[in-house]
């Protein structure tokens, strides 16, 4: 198995094809993760950089650990760390990367497009860990990985993506994964928190709450960032919770065998209610778990392919 | 450049929509003036320039320049400036006032004047600024700014919020026969946008500026010119709302008046793909249904002239994150191709565009130039209509290179220009 790319920048553009060898290869990898010693030397030799100019925790232990288990060595930066603060523009940042070697940059920036602007400008393989409100690919693919787990296959099942559309990079690259293994997604929302002219992401808009939740096999949860409520995007996390969290009434009406996902870190009691949260459908953990092979997966196809 | 001895454009197509000329004859430039047009002229001692196949046209002119001397004079410079204007065919530009510091003061446009008279290749009409510093408060010395050579006013790129302040300013330019020149847009509206509002901007993640920020404020400018009487005249229009409001103004009977520029009729928001920071504009490129209805409004006369925007930046302002990237890209030596792009689709006939390149801005600030005719400034153009290029930024005269146009073939360019008499650009002895 192998992936005909340099780049993962976003899910855009990557086919039905490619997303079943990542999520394949991330299946046979998992089990690393299981074993008493967490360690194969796949890519002994290799140097990935984790290059985060915007705070993460989560994704970044994810990539450091799926990096440590497949033996590369890793370097991180960060913003705080970086010479990003010294005035440094990113090309010359990632030039100065470039000149050390490494085999692969991880890259989280706050504004879209940044791993782009990085792919245009230096040779190496590059994974886009989050830019902006853009696209999220890696976290697009392990909730493609929890998905198809749960539920068996991703052709012709129902997701509906609920929250902050318009800010959200895990939406987007959930909306395009999906679209390309054929699930049909809806996405639900204040509509001060949906992007302009939202269709033309290929989702259909529900219009309530119930309408959202009713037909669907998988309902994704997005956090609510508290700083919108400054930009007055909606009046209060009060009616918010009321009228755009997921609560255990909500589930009361939906299908049976319906599955419960948040990208994290979660708002419990904002977006999501607690039993929700810690109810038998939620596999918010598991989706943290197949992080780790998700990214696993993708430093292996990308760059360990001669190694082995 | 040659020095001003005579020139004699042999055998062209004479075109000047101003006077109705469009013949096949010669021209002939004298003492910097147009001595003689039409027929077969004879000139012992002239410069004889064959320009048979060639269209013979008024001296281009550009409403819209940012000069960026003084303050930015790593980006352009009057010298660069006006080097580019000549090499795209543009004799005259107007040149907008927020360099540093701003032209807001008698010393300024003498400065740009002065500068402009002795080094540059085509003539500077100054724009001032309407509010000292472009702060958005208080009015300039208008009368003063008027007397040392600004033919308008305007805040562009920083456009004025307070309507009360900006009626103000229209009643007081009025007074001393200065238009005023709108960009229009409620900042409020589109505050951290960066790209057109639509399914491109979706996609990428980008925060929009939705057509409406300018519509909004075209109306509210259009409204306070019918309020004050003033001469307005706005920049810029890239979007189908703008152009409506703009109709309806027109048949109310306001003088009022617009411009669009070239990629605002060739490109659209789907251009800016991968984050094109070379396709970062403002107003952006908008949807392709705007490009639409700016192309008509151009061909049926509510859009009254075309203007570059010329807005040169180094690469230390784009090769930068988008959301980071500064606003503008260059135009001068663009223009007229992608105009003749227009011509060769059908959209535009060639009169139109040397309208909309010449006669048309002229009148619209009442500058001289923009026809050819007996007596009056050898400001002119020779257009290879039939001439096909290929746009290679690193050959701009222009300082800067941030040109969304690079690699785009074009129909025609300027093969001569002539300001003022002079030989300012000549394609054949490009290089030599």
């Known amino acids: ?151 068996g296959r991703l052709d012709g099942l129902k997701v509906s993506i609920i929250g902050d559309i318009s800010h959200s990079r895990v939406a987007r690259s959930g909306i395009i994964g999906l679209n390309t293994m054929g699930s049909a997604v809806t996405v639900y929302g204040p509509n001060t928190l949906l992007p302009p002219q939202v ?110 | 450049m040659s020095p001003r001895g005579d020139i004699l454009l042999k055998g062209g197509r004479l075109l000047c929509p101003a006077t109705g000329l469009d013949q096949t004859g010669d021209l002939l430039i004298s003492r910097g003036r147009i001595a003689a047009l039409g027929g077969k002229l004879a000139a012992e001692g002239a410069l004889a320039i064959p320009c048979a196949g060639l269209t013979v046209a008024p001296g281009l002119i550009d409403l819209h320049v940012h000069l960026r001397e003084p303050g930015h004079e790593y980006k352009e410079t009057i010298v660069s400036g006006t080097a580019a204007a000549a090499a795209g065919g543009f004799t005259a530009v107007c040149s907008m006032p927020n360099t540093k510091p701003v032209n807001d003061c008698r010393a300024v446009t003498e400065m740009i004047l002065e500068r402009a008279a002795k080094e540059g290749s085509a003539r500077v009409y100054p724009v001032g600024a309407i509010t000292p510093g472009l702060l958005g408060q208080g009015l300039t010395e208008m009368a003063e700014l008027a007397e040392a050579g600004c033919v308008a006013v305007t805040d562009d790129g920083r456009p004025v919020a307070d309507a009360r302040l900006l009626r103000r300013a229209m009643e007081y330019a009025t007074g001393f026969g ?58 810029h229009v890239s979007c189908a709302g703008s152009v409506r409001a703009i109709a309806r103004a027109k048949q109310a009977g306001l003088r009022v008046s617009a411009e669009t520029a070239p990629h605002y009729l060739t490109l659209c928001d789907q251009d800016v793909g991968e984050y094109d920071t070379h396709c970062k504009m403002n107003p952006p490129l908008r949807s392709a249904a705007d490009r639409e209805a700016v192309r008509r409004a151009l061909a049926e006369g509510v859009l009254d002239a075309v203007a570059t925007d010329h807005a040169p930046h180094s690469v230390l302002e784009k090769e930068l994150e988008f959301d980071q990237a500064a606003f503008g890209v260059v135009g001068l030596e663009t223009a007229l191709g992608v105009m003749l792009e227009l011509v060769a689709e059908g959209v535009l006939t060639l009169p139109q565009v040397v309208q909309l390149l010449s006669a048309a801005p002229a009148a619209l600030l009442g500058l001289p130039g923009g026809r050819l005719a007996k007596g009056g400034p050898a400001d002119v153009t020779v257009i290879a209509t039939d001439s096909p290029w290929v746009v290679e930024p690193g050959k701009f005269r222009s300082l800067s290179a941030n040109t969304p146009f690079a690699g785009r073939s074009l129909p025609g360019r300027a093969a001569v220009t002539i300001c003022g008499g002079r030989i300012t650009h000549r394609l054949d002895q490009e290089g030599s």
């Not at chain 1, 060595?73 to 010359?92: H, M, W, Y």
């Not at chain 1, 706050?110 to 393989?125: D, K, Q, T």
């Not at chain 1, 009691?269 to 993708?298: C, H, K």
Request: with cysteine.
């Open chain 1, 1 to 151: 198995m192998s992936l005909a790319r340099r780049h993962l920048l976003g899910l855009e553009g990557v086919s039905a094809q490619e997303i079943t060898t990542i999520l394949d290869t991330a299946e046979s990898l998992k089990e690393i993760s299981a074993r008493p010693i967490k360690k194969v030397p796949t890519l002994r030799g290799k140097t990935v950089v984790h290059f985060f100019y915007e705070a993460s925790t989560r994704t970044r232990t994810s990539f450091e650990l799926a990096a440590k288990r497949l033996s590369a060595d890793t370097v991180s930066l960060s913003a705080s760390t970086s010479s990003l603060t010294k005035g440094e523009t990113l090309i010359d940042t990632a030039k100065n990367l470039q000149a050390m070697s490494p085999d692969l940059i991880v890259m989280r920036h706050s504004m879209s497009g940044a791993p782009h602007l990085l792919a245009r400008h230096i040779p190496c393989s590059i994974i886009n860990a989050g830019d902006g409100t853009h696209e999220h690919p890696t976290q697009g693919l392990l909730d493609l990985l929890t998905i198809r787990q749960v539920k």
């Open chain 1, 199 to 308: 269709q033309s992401l290929g989702v259909s808009v529900a219009g309530s709450m119930d309408e959202a939740i009713a037909e669907a096999d998988v309902v994704m949860m997005l956090r609510v960032q508290k700083e919108r409520l400054s930009d007055v995007l909606f009046p209060s996390l009060r009616e918010y919770a009321q009228r755009f969290g997921l609560g255990m009434r909500h589930l009361a009406q939906a299908k049976p065998d319906v599955v419960v996902m948040h990208p994290g870190p979660i708002n419990r009691g904002v977006e999501i209610s607690p039993q929700v949260a810690d109810g038998p459908w939620s596999v918010i953990l598991d989706q943290v778990a197949n992080g780790v092979a998700v990214r696993m997966a993708l430093l292996y196809l990308l760059i360990g392919q001669e190694a082995a």
């Open chain 2, 178 to 235: 200065l238009p005023v020149i709108c960009h229009s847009e409620e900042g409020s509206l589109s505050a951290g946008g960066v790209m057109h509002e639509g399914p491109t901007a979706t996609r990428l993640g980008l925060a929009g500026i939705p057509a409406e920020a300018e519509v909004i404020a075209i109306e509210r400018d259009l409204a306070l010119a019918g309020l004050t009487g003033a001469r307005v005249h706005i920049a």
